[in-house]
């Protein structure tokens, strides 16, 4: 199966390190091969450093590309990471 769409980068900070990581382990332990494009550029979504150079900003329309078993889920997974404005794991500071 193939899935295709498009999403825009709703996080104020881009895509962060940290969401990078998460994306690359999840196309990891995914059954598909995904592509994800930006202003003309893309690149294979296991490899952190090219995810990274692709430099996703705020308000950016990202592609992404997916083929195989995992294939929709895979994108609608990508979507929410790169909509969402928290960092999983990030502590709070502590108060008192």
Not at 30 to 59: E, F, H, P, T, W
Request: with cysteine; hydrophobic share 40%.
């Amino acid at each position: 199966m193939k899935e295709s769409r498009n999403h825009v980068c709703y996080n104020p900070r881009g895509l962060t390190v940290l969401k990078a990581a998460l994306l690359v382990r999840l196309v990891h332990h995914a059954d598909c091969d995904v592509v994800i494009s930006l202003s003309g550029k893309s690149c294979q979504a296991r490899n952190i450093l090219s995810v990274l150079s692709l430099r996703i900003a705020y308000g950016d329309c990202v592609g992404i590309v997916a083929e195989g078993t995992d294939a929709q889920e895979v994108v609608q997974t990508i979507g929410g990471l790169l909509s969402e404005d928290s960092e999983p794991g990030r502590c709070l500071p502590a108060y008192g």
